[in-house]
């Protein structure tokens, strides 16, 4: 994943920007007189932010994002049945005043909402950096041709954290002090091929750097008003932020051939004045002159303040609305988030801000749909790696020894021994990934912030300061029990869109489940799988396909709760929705199938998704050529769902029970949104 310019005019233009404000204005004044304990903080001085918009009264991180992305709809001739992609990129899952959702994925959620029956829906998150990691993976699918359009939205309501840090802030020094600066906001972008258009991204490229990742930690409190807290260690996150932001832009610029001054504006991600100010600072010290003006960075934080993920379109809409953005203007926009991740893009203005500001819509139409063929490079598995499935017997403590076994594993104990495994037998040094993608649901902590695939970058080695390649970026996934299907496919995109060389996307789970509650648990257990291009071109990945199966019924799925300090997980039992998807198993499968022209009597084998054991006897008995033809997962104790980690395993005891060279596997994915998933693998 070495940094490059992208081939001119073969990538993604923004068609059009929706953005979703709450009506509450409240500005930083009544902020600091809400603090319990009264501070001697400049922090209007310090941070430009005057006022934000907050919400929570009636409306909340999902209502955000689907308003954000009605907006941006429409204001395009593209319509939702067109989307070809559809990610949700938010870092907020909190829906309602007592919970956030873990299952259903938001993506699912939004696609129903929107009417993008068509799309391919998963969640990205990535702290702030997750709109423009979503962006890249989108522009790097279009680039290939994989996809024509794709809408990635989020919905940030993230001023509770502000509220809680009102609550608990000791003085001026206090981690905490960095929730006041938030401010809620949806943003929605959708993109489509640039075709031979003035307009377009010339360059997307983001960096993990790992080691980073705990200057800024966001998950529930442990306090009894509960609630969601954000620890920052304020100066270093700046420090390095800006330091590898910086290099990653010269990086990027000399790549291109560019300097800052080839530029018109620069969007850097809106955390503070003074912090926009060190850049600008940092920037000309390092290009060795003044090559960059402060007068010509966009500074939305006044009335904005921090919004997250959503910081750059809204600043784009918000400029191209009073001026400082015109038609035809270039624009560099700078990334940084927790984790530590910085990135860089750039992009040239085609008429977006003269709609933006007129409110008229876009006149592009749909490009085609790519007819669906075999990958001719397919992309192996080079190697699985997994830990022994435990059931989940009670809440994850952090404590005990560091092994991947017993009810007191951790999130980062269960990614160690899979990795480990998994480079172990493909003979690959964690220097040697570019690519890394957590696609876990329930982790240690609950951690809303950064993305475990960061923290597992840089406690595991796999650091985009010292990659083999010179670039590693690491982000999460997730969609329920299709997460692993979901991440191997964008993996494989990326790894043939030329964007990675070596991917490890990796499971774990630890579901921190109420006492008593009803229904088979998710396994505690990890897996790894590492991706690349097969050189003989004979196995691997070969296609995949998904598409949403039914509604997702409102009462059914997980959501993070908290009762005096103490958060849990409350899910609904997983037998029914297993019920009700296995059924349309087989249609997904023969779908699948069709696409890619191959009978399904020269299947060897369908690795399926956990499924309840009379559910799986059914689907044997009835399916025909394919249902004798189901691979039994490895067991877990007191039945539980293997979830994310079925595929790998799955695949694994195939290749390992006799299956040949050559010979078909079909691999199939569910979640309790009522999606499914399946792929062709080669042995």
């Known amino acids: 994943m070495n940094i490059q310019a992208a081939p001119a005019g073969a990538g993604s233009v923004i068609d059009s920007i929706g953005v979703a404000l709450p009506d509450r204005v409240m500005t930083t004044r009544e902020v600091l007189d809400g603090c319990r304990r009264r501070l001697a903080l400049p922090l209007e001085q310090t941070t430009g932010i005057v006022s934000r918009r907050v919400a929570g009264d009636v409306e909340y991180a999902l209502d955000l994002a689907t308003r954000a992305a009605e907006d941006c709809v429409s204001r395009s001739s593209i319509g939702p049945a067109d989307v070809d992609l559809l990610i949700s990129a938010s870092i907020s899952r909190v829906d309602s005043p007592d919970r956030s959702t873990y299952e259903p994925s938001a993506a699912t959620q939004l696609r129903h909402r929107l009417g993008c029956e068509r799309a391919w829906a998963f969640d990205v998150t990535n702290a702030c950096a997750g709109q423009f990691t979503g962006i890249y993976v989108a522009d790097a699918l279009i680039r290939a041709g994989e996809i024509g359009s794709a809408l990635i939205v989020s919905g940030e309501y993230i001023s509770h954290l502000m509220r809680t840090a009102q609550l608990e802030i000791a003085d001026e020094l206090d981690a905490r002090v960095a929730c006041l600066t938030l401010g809620d906001a949806g943003a929605a972008v959708l993109l489509t091929r640039a075709d031979d258009g003035p ?8 960096r993990t750097v790992g080691r980073y990742h705990n200057l800024c930690v966001a998950g529930p409190t442990d306090q009894p008003h509960g609630g969601v807290i954000m620890k920052t260690d304020m100066m270093g996150l700046a420090a390095v932020g800006i330091r ?12 291109m051939g560019l300097s800052p001054t080839d530029f018109d504006r620069f969007i850097p991600h809106q955390t503070s004045t003074l912090a926009i100010q060190a850049a600008v600072r940092r920037t000309n010290k390092v290009f060795g002159g003044v090559v960059l003006d402060e007068r010509d960075v966009i500074n939305n934080l006044p009335r904005r303040g921090n919004t997250a993920t959503t910081t750059h379109p809204v600043a784009l809409r918000d400029a191209s609305r009073d001026g400082r953005i015109r038609t035809g203007d270039r624009v560099l926009f700078e990334v940084a988030a927790s984790g530590v991740n910085v990135g860089t893009a750039a992009y040239r203005l085609d008429g977006l801000p003269d709609r933006l500001a007129r409110g008229t819509r876009s006149t592009r139409t749909a490009p085609p749909r790519p007819r669906p063929a075999p990958w001719p490079d397919p992309v192996r598995a080079v190697a699985i790696g997994r830990t022994e499935p435990e059931p989940a017997s009670g809440p994850a403590t952090g404590a005990g020894p560091a092994t991947a076994t017993g009810p007191d594993v951790t999130t980062l104990q269960l990614i160690r021994a899979a990795t480990d495994d998994c480079l172990r037998r493909a003979g690959v040094r964690a220097s040697g990934v570019d690519l890394l993608i957590h696609v876990g649901v329930y982790r240690t902590g609950m951690i809303a912030e950064p993305a475990i695939a960061a923290i597992a970058a840089g406690e595991l080695g796999f650091d985009g300061s010292t990659a083999a390649t010179g670039e590693l970026l690491a982000f999460d996934v997730t969609n329920g029990a299709l997460g692993m299907l979901d991440g191997c496919r964008i993996a494989a995109e990326l790894i043939r869109a030329g964007k990675a ?8 789970e630890v579901e921190q489940r109420e006492p008593g ?26 296609g995949f396909h998904s598409r949403s199966v039914a509604t997702p019924a409102a009462d059914r799925g997980a959501w993070v709760m908290q009762d005096g300090g103490h958060s849990f997980i409350r899910a609904t039992d997983r037998v029914e929705p297993a019920a009700a998807y296995a059924e349309h198993l087989p249609v997904v499968v023969a779908e699948l199938l069709d696409r890619l022209r191959v009978r399904p009597d020269a299947i060897r084998a369908v690795v399926p998704p956990w499924l309840p054991p009379p559910v799986e006897r059914r689907l044997r008995d009835t399916w025909p050529v394919l249902g004798p033809r189901l691979a039994t997962l490895p067991p877990a104790r007191d039945g539980a769902d293997l979830f994310t980690s079925a595929l790998p395993m799955g695949l694994r005891a195939v290749s390992a029970g006799g299956a040949s060279p050559g010979e078909l596997v079909v691999v199939v994915g569910a979640s309790t949104g009522m999606e499914i998933g399946a792929a062709l693998y080669r042995i």
């Open 199 to 206: 307009g377009g991204f010339d360059h997307i490229g983001i």
């Open 244 to 255: 590898e932001m910086v290099k990653h832009t010269q990086q990027a610029l000399a790549a």
């Open 501 to 508: 060389d070596t991917a490890v996307v990796v499971a774990s």
């Open 517 to 542: 509650a009803a229904g088979p648990a998710v396994a505690r257990c990890g897996s790894a799988v590492l991706l690349r291009l097969d050189p003989d071109r004979a196995s691997g990945f070969l």
